[in-house]
């Protein structure tokens, strides 16, 4: 079914899903990336009201200083009916490079993106990364993400986050290294 801080309004409604419910959970990530923490926390019931009924905090309620527009952005990708959600996982991706050329942000390289996140495959397939905290920079303290997309999974959903996170991952950690103040 999922990880309760992780599922759509629709998996916490026991709803029909399809590629949109994964698109709402790459939302969710992308807000962790940025802020450190997911927008909904508590016991699985209180997890699954919230990403049903109440709005994700506004990132910049959490951080000041983002670019105009990553509130806006982050409402679509994270909105309770998925008909408002971005459609697919590359228009979300492509909103996200705009937005940061729109600002003057240029996208992290390689090597920045690298030294943001550790990611370590296990035998079961998944992917864990590891991103330090602000301020930590020997790897002390770090949120981690584990086990949020399934690498080969061969549905289509999950080759769409995999593209996204392929060909735009860069413009999400792209405030992740602003923030730093990386190169």
Known sequence: ???PHYMSPEQASAAR?????DIYSLGIVGYEVVTGHVPFSGATPQLLIAHMQQPPPPLSTIMSDLPPGVDTVFAQVMAKQP???????SAFVQELQT??????????????????????????????VVLPTDGD????EHTTMQGHIKQGTGSTAGRAIDR???????????????????D
């Open 137 to 140: 920079t020997q790897g002390n």
């Open 83 to 89: 008909d408002d959600r971005f459609q697919t996982a």
């Open 99 to 128: 937005m940061t050329q729109v600002n003057g942000i240029a996208l992290p390289t390689g090597e920045q993106i690298a030294a943001l996140a550790v990611t370590q495959h296990v035998a079961s397939g998944y992917t864990t």
């Open 164 to 182: 996204a996170f392929s060909a735009g991952g860069a413009a999400i950690a792209s405030t992740a290294v602003d923030r730093r103040g990386s």
């Open 1 to 3: 079914m999922g990880t």
């Open 17 to 21: 899903v399809d590629g949109r419910s």
